[in-house]
């Protein structure tokens, strides 16, 4: 057996030191904040007006051009609510979801109307657009003037100038001028340099503006300066991002490689920042990728359309080759015979981060064969009818709420429970897994193994969680063994822990009488069953909330234990059924049964 030993451990602070520094640079940004969108500073964004436009490249998300006839009839779907205005304008509802008003701001939907290539879709692209100028250039307080939905709208913009917003007298009054007006907006919100995903925006939509527009050519080498400075801080060295979201790694990447085919397309060389950054956070994405084409649901992912990852691939230069370990951003994958393991491994993110950050340390999804079948429940992108949002946005980064283990019900990391607080300190992690330590490597019967613990559960309880896991060399066996340790000078207390692993919608879940275990089926031919020793297992109704079309009902797997009492819990997923229908693969025949004879060497 052959294996690697690291361990993460965070710069240790208290709970009162974390909320202090969290409070500080809230103060801060809202003080910045109030400073961009002043009076005083408003006269210097308009800037000279642009003139002539470069063809753009094309977006990598998906257009369809049928959305154009839903939009002229005043239905408008976006980020995943779809909102019918009635005949009237879209920017004048005056109730209506954040996610969705964020999205109509972002201008990102103009691809649809570019897609139906008709000239109504041009008519109603510029009807809306100077609607817009008319009712929000000036409003920089509006949420609308957030960094990155500006910086979203100017790339829309850019990229759509020539062709969508192209009509007499048009382009030169209107579209210009506002392009003019959000590139002198965007470079005063890069003065200060927030930790942030919207910064790195801005510079990419700076930069692209300086291949696209004649005039702003001059720029280029202030905006390159500009955007390798902020790459370079918050893309870390494994491709993954500051906050730790795989969305946001994939919103930079599409960004940065359209600017990458900016650069192409003006004859330019494209700058080394550029390409390593691109080939860092390929890496990464290939990293966090299912086999089913989706990311891992990890700390404020959410699921895209399908097939927008093998799109966005297919535009790279060449395919990136995943990692096993990704210490920077504090994942682990194990992949084997079509099965891959996604491990989150990350300890109590800097307070300063501000970010969705969840309480899944040591939490995983498993897939195969292009299902997945272990997964977190993830964030929703849009509310579920009879549920606040609110709720199941906060339940959704709970440790329930990931395939982890929980002790007395509470997860194991918390945040701020005073409601003005948490709004203050915008949802950050406030106590949690200070140091994880991690061994992984491959047994010499070709299993992938990792063996990792973490103390978030230290504080409370006086306990330490380890994890171990192993798949297969033909990806068809998934083992496991959840052990809780008390430390030494930690009083001992009774307290009741549950393992949870959460299904996918569709998958349905059977008990086998006269067993612990249970069969876990699928739409299609394919059925694992899962076999637990040392706790009682139980199957209950669960939630998906990241699906692509709105929360899903769904299943999960409970393995319940009292500690000291039963403190090592050992499972196993094995299949059962393949597609041709045969039962379980010689190699997972010839497997040792290490769950019954309590052998699981890792």
Known sequence: ?????????????????????????????????????????????????????????????????????????????????????????????????????????????????????????????????????????????????????????????????????????????????????????????????????????????????????????????????????????????????????????????????????????????????????????????????????????????????????????????????????????????????????????????????RAPHHAGCLGFEFSTDGQRVFTHCGVPRSPLKHFDEDNLQEAGTMTAAHCALTVAGQSNATKAQARWLRHWTQGRLLSGPQTVEIQHGIASDGRHWINANHDGYLKSFGLLHRRAISLSDDGMVLEGEDELTLKQSAERRDVNFQIRFHLMPGLKTSPLAGSNTILITGPREFAWEMEVVGADIAAEDSLYMAAFAGPKPSHQIILNGRFPDASRIEWRLEAVKSKSGNTKSSASKASTKCLKQGELEI
Not at 215 to 242: C, F, K, M, P, Y
Not at 246 to 255: A, F, K
């Open 1 to 353: 057996m052959c294996g690697l030993k690291s361990s993460k451990a965070s710069k240790p602070t208290s709970t009162v030191q974390r909320v202090a520094i969290a409070l500080w640079h809230e103060t801060q940004r809202a003080s910045h904040n109030a400073r961009l969108r002043s009076k005083p500073a408003i006269w210097r964004y308009g800037g000279s007006h642009a003139a002539d436009f470069y063809p753009a490249p094309q977006p990598i998300r998906p257009a369809h051009g049928e959305q154009a006839e839903a939009f002229y009839a005043g239905r408008f779907a976006l980020d995943g609510y779809q909102i019918d205005t009635r005949g009237n304008s879209p920017f004048l509802l005056e109730v209506a979801p954040e996610p969705w008003v964020r999205a109509l701001h972002s201008f990102r939907w103009l691809r649809h109307l570019h897609a139906a290539d008709s000239e109504l879709a041009r008519q109603l692209a510029r009807s809306l657009v100077e609607e817009w100028n008319a009712l929000f250039a000036n409003r920089y307080g509006h949420l609308a003037w957030d960094t990155d939905i500006a910086s979203n709208r100017l790339m829309s913009f850019l990229t759509h100038a020539g062709v969508v917003l192209q009509g007499p007298g048009f382009e030169d009054e209107t579209v210009s001028r506002l392009i003019a007006r959000h590139v002198g907006f965007l470079r005063a919100a890069l003065k200060v340099k927030w930790p942030d995903a919207a910064q790195a925006k801005a510079a990419i939509a700076l930069t692209f503006a300086t291949q696209l527009v004649e005039s702003r050519a001059r720029n280029t080498t202030s905006a390159v300066r500009d955007l390798e400075i902020v790459l370079t801080r918050q893309i870390l060295a494994d491709g993954g991002h500051l906050n730790r979201n795989p969305s946001t790694v994939l919103d930079l990447l599409m960004d940065c490689i359209v600017l990458k085919e900016a650069f192409a397309g003006r004859g330019a060389p494209t700058p080394p920042c550029l390409v390593a950054a691109i080939d860092r956070m390929g890496t990464h994405i290939a990293t966090l990728s299912h086999t089913d084409g989706q990311l891992m649901q990890a700390n404020g992912a959410r699921e895209e359309e399908i097939g927008l990852l093998k799109r966005m691939m297919s535009r790279l230069p060449a395919q990136p080759s995943a990692l096993i370990h990704s210490l920077p951003s504090e994942y682990h994958r194990l992949a084997a015979g079509g099965s891959i393991v996604l491990m989150d491994i990350g300890t109590l993110p800097a307070p300063r981060q």
